[in-house]
């Protein structure tokens, strides 16, 4: 975890072991190598009550899921806001909640984002679905675009 400057985390959720479900760790498997020193990356089956520490040490975090919606371009980017819900367990929550931990118990309140990619199959199976596979590459391109080059330029001004 990086203490200083424009810090940035990816937070792959899924199961690479459920076809699509992979979706947010495949997104990180391929973005990795391009990644400039300010990003880190995690992957989690789904997040918990202790993420909300770990993603308090950030500027900016993103969550990337699987998403079972069509979306009309394959995926969506979308701000994400902290929120107060309650569940019957402590697993799975959604990253509202997490933000909303981050906010409450750490004073901490990373700018977020939800990138939501579409799949189409979650059968026990390895590997993605030829759907799947099309709408990772359109959310890779479009993060790489509105993302990746502008976080590259804010690190040359620093």
């Known amino acids: 975890m990086k203490e200083e400057g424009n810090n940035i985390l990816l ?3 899924g199961n690479s072991g459920r076809q699509d479900d992979g979706l947010g760790w495949a997104f990180l498997d391929h973005l990795k190598p391009e990644l400039p020193n300010n990003f880190d990356c995690e992957y989690r089956y789904q997040l918990q009550i202790e993420d909300a520490e770990m993603i308090s040490h950030y500027q900016k975090v993103f969550f990337i899921d699987a998403d ?3 979306k009309t371009k394959g995926f969506t980017i979308q701000k994400c806001f ?3 819900t309650h569940h019957f367990s402590s697993h799975a929550l959604p990253p509202e909640t997490i933000l909303y931990l981050a906010s409450s118990v750490y004073s901490k309140n990373p700018e977020s984002f939800i990138v939501g990619i579409s799949g189409e ?15 990772l590459n359109k959310a ?3 993060f790489k675009n509105n993302f990746l080059t502008v ?6 001004t620093l």
């Open 68 to 70: 079972k919606t069509p």
């Open 121 to 135: 199959s979650y059968e026990l199976k390895i590997g993605l679905t030829k759907t799947a596979k099309s709408n």
């Open 11 to 13: 937070i792959g959720i």
């Open 82 to 84: 902290p929120k107060e």
């Open 140 to 142: 890779l391109t479009s």
């Open 151 to 156: 976080s590259r330029e804010a690190n040359k």
